[in-house]
């Protein structure tokens, strides 16, 4: 599967003492193998469009692993992804780790 999220945000009157313009991109990639178990990526770039040139983007490069399993009757999807900010802002981090539980409730 494969696919992506996108949005960006602007202030009508700002918020605080600052203008708000900001983007966010989540492409993603599963790929399934058995017994519910699937590799994917999903990383969350950002761009703030009021920061400096060298400090706009975020940039994460990575994956991780998902098994979806069930409790009980409900499945839950789990998930581990680790990330290298390939590029970021001054001062932000150089890796990111993303854990994740997603709770399923099929009709």
């Not at 602007?10 to 990639?29: C, E, R, T, Y």
């Not at 009980?72 to 539980?101: C, E, H, T």
């Amino acid at each position: 599967m494969v696919g992506a999220l996108a949005n960006n945000q602007w202030s009508v009157a700002g918020w605080g003492h600052k203008d708000v313009n900001a983007m966010l991109i989540q492409p993603f990639i599963n790929y399934n193998f058995e017994h519910g178990w699937y590799a994917t990526t999903a990383p969350i770039i950002t761009g703030n469009w009021t920061a400096r040139a060298s400090d706009q983007w975020t940039v994460p490069v990575g994956g991780g692993v998902v098994k979806l399993s069930k409790f009980g009757p409900l499945p839950v999807n789990m998930s581990l992804q680790g990330f290298y900010n390939a590029d970021r802002p001054k001062g932000a981090a150089d890796w990111q780790l993303r854990f994740q539980i997603q709770l399923l409730f099929p009709k």
